[in-house]
Structures are given as structure tokens and as C-alpha cells.
């Protein structure tokens, strides 16, 4: 499993170094660390960030999101990239009546956010040498879905993956405990359940669906604008 990193007051940040690919090797240690939203860093946070070498910054909240919670790194240019995950223009074309499950959100997120899903891989794959962190708001899905795409293109199996992705659970949990504790309309209740869940198979379903209909995690990048030089450069990063 990835090493869980103490960031005060993050709660969902790990490396993602030691995770084995298919043909026997692993992610290089603090090449990747996955958190959720860096706003919540208090100035001891802030100095343990700088302190790690940590030359990107890919932020995946929303514009609107980012301007609420200011980012501590906002103001240098060379490290931090925010990258919306979410394309507002293609909002529209959402049919939230067919997504039922966390897993169809994200089926469905791959194919309207593949602009900026594309530009938030490329981001890490194009960063200076050193370590890239990548964060949305609680570290689960947008980014889930982004770090999913990379160690897949790495040779990262699946269900690896996905043990990895499950481990949000586990880091979210009194956060979650309090949500629920907030909503006391049972229909409601099951809604927020399955959103704030990360369980295995939902990261699956997605890998899946990338490997169905487009061939795999490189395929599905180059075929909307990550070039091969850039896929290279990406399994050149994360490997040890």
C-alpha cells in the first residue's frame, strides 16, 4: 500500500511510491502524492510541503472552489497549475438521471472532462524533475481519477489501483462520519453514502470501461491529445 504522509491539517494525503507494476517494478517514492485540498495546510504544513521538493502543485478544484479556499500556493507560478477537472462547458450535456452509482459519474466524467482529465496527466507527466502532488477537494474522485489514468499508463494493475483508491475510505472517515451525522432524511442518506464512499470495484468499473472502449489508460490519452513523447515521459517519472 502507498505511505500515508502526515500534512497537519490534511487528511487524505499519501506517496504513492512502492505500488508494484505487472512486470515487477514500482512507482518511485515521491515521484506522486495524491491529497485532498492544500488549503487546509496550517503554517506547519505549509514548511513540511516545502521542505519535500515538490516541484508541481496540479490543483483539480473547481474555479469557483479554488476562489473560496485560496491555495497557500497560489502565488508561484512555477509550481502551482490550477486545472479544473470538471469542464463547465460540458456541464449541460450531464444526464445525472443515468448516474446512479459513483462508478457512472466517473464513466461519465471520462468523457465529458477529457479536455482537462488530458491536461491534468500532461501536467505531471511535463513537471520538472522532482516530486508532483495532485489534489481536488477531499482527494477521492477528480483526483482518484487522474492518479487511476497515470499508474495505469505506468503498468499499475487494477486491482492495485484500486486498493489504493479504497484507502480514501479509511483517511475520510471521521470526515464522512460527520456528514452523515448531518443528514437525517434517509433518501438523502443513501445519496451521500454512495458519494463519499471508495470502495474497490468503483475504481474498477472505471479502468474497465477505459480498457473496453478505448484499449487502455495511454490509449484513451493519446486519443485525446497526450502524445506519445508525453506517455514516455510520464513512465519515466513514476517508475523506481
Known sequence: MPILLSWPDCRNVRDLGGLPTVDGGRIRERALIRADSLER????????VRGMGIVRIVDLRNLDEAAAAPHPFVTDEVLYRLIPLIDPAREPERDKSRERTLADIYR?????????IVEGVAAIADAPEGTVVVHCFAGK??????????????????????QDYAASDECLQEWNREILASISDESLRRKAI???SARPETMTSLLTFVRERWGGAAEYLAAHGMSH??????????LA
Open 41 to 48: 495546510l496550517t503554517a506547519a504544513g505549509v514548511d513540511t
Open 141 to 162: 474522485d477528480r483526483t482518484g481519477m487522474i492518479v487511476a489514468l497515470a499508474l495505469s499508463v505506468a503498468g499499475v494493475a487494477d486491482e492495485v489501483i484500486a
Open 194 to 196: 454512495e458519494r463519499i
Open 229 to 238: 513523447g508525453q506517455l514516455a515521459l510520464l513512465r519515466e517519472r513514476l
Open 108 to 116: 461519465s466524467s471520462l468523457v465529458r472532462n477529457v479536455k482537462s
